[in-house]
């Protein structure tokens, strides 16, 4: 993937484990990071479970792949995804994946495809184990994707953080002292890249913020600092903890004689 300015995606769906009302915004996600040259949903669509899938599948050129479910109990949509995965993989037609699903046993396809260097993208609900979230160089939750929906709506830039994140205070003071440099400052894109690597579930929208910088500079305990030229990047560091003041020193008293 290193070099490449527009990566090619393979979107691999599990239909049995994603929302139909979502395809719209999970896609223009997916455009974010490169160009979904495959995509693809899996499942049994015989079945009426996958009803809403059927209605998306042409208007955005989805090929559905039928896989029976043989056994009950027995999940073969996730079998035919893998063996599609690393057909794709071999083939070398694709810069990375797209793995659409809340189950956890992508875990180890993502593990895999990473280790013959495909970029691999996770998408799926907040329930999502954290081993497969960990296993993908980046996880996008649903939830982000529906707020995102609803804030074109409405109009809105901002909003309330969604429950149950990681303190970010905590976060930010981690990202700084691994990268900050002379004066504790740092780089906004190095902060950001830190904590993305750290955890590939961060986004700032979980936190209520379209953008890094907007997020940034809304914490009290951090200070930004723009280029001279206004061309540069964008520096931040945590704000210097203010020192108490020295009590004044007691004078002596002379003894009179």
Known sequence: ??????????????????????????????????????????GDWTGQQLTGWKDQLNRYAIQPIQQFAYTRGKNSTDASLIIDAMDLLYADNVDGFCLVSSDSDFT?????????????????ERKTPE???????????????????????????????IDDVPDLEHSLRQAFD??????????????????????????????????????????????????????GPLTVRLKPVAQPAAPPAKRSRRKRG
């Open 1 to 42: 993937m290193n070099g490449v300015d527009n990566p090619k995606l393979a979107v691999l769906i599990d239909a049995d484990n994603a929302s139909a009302s979502l395809v719209k915004e999970l896609l223009e996600e997916v455009a974010k990071f490169g160009t979904a040259t495959v995509k693809r949903a899996y």
């Open 108 to 124: 180890r396809l993502a593990t895999r495809l990473r280790e013959s260097r495909k970029v691999v993208y996770g998408l799926g």
């Open 131 to 161: 081993a497969f979230r960990a296993a993908c160089d980046r996880f996008v939750f649903f939830e982000v994707l529906k707020r995102g929906a609803s804030s074109v709506e409405t109009g809105a830039v901002d909003s309330e953080p």
């Open 178 to 231: 691994a990268v900050s440099r002379d004066g504790g400052w740092a780089t906004l894109s190095s902060v950001g890249s830190y904590m993305a690597k750290n955890n590939p579930s961060f986004d700032t929208r979980l936190y209520g913020f379209r953008k890094l910088s907007d997020m940034i500079r809304r914490q009290p305990y951090i200070e930004a600092a723009e280029a001279a030229d206004g061309n």
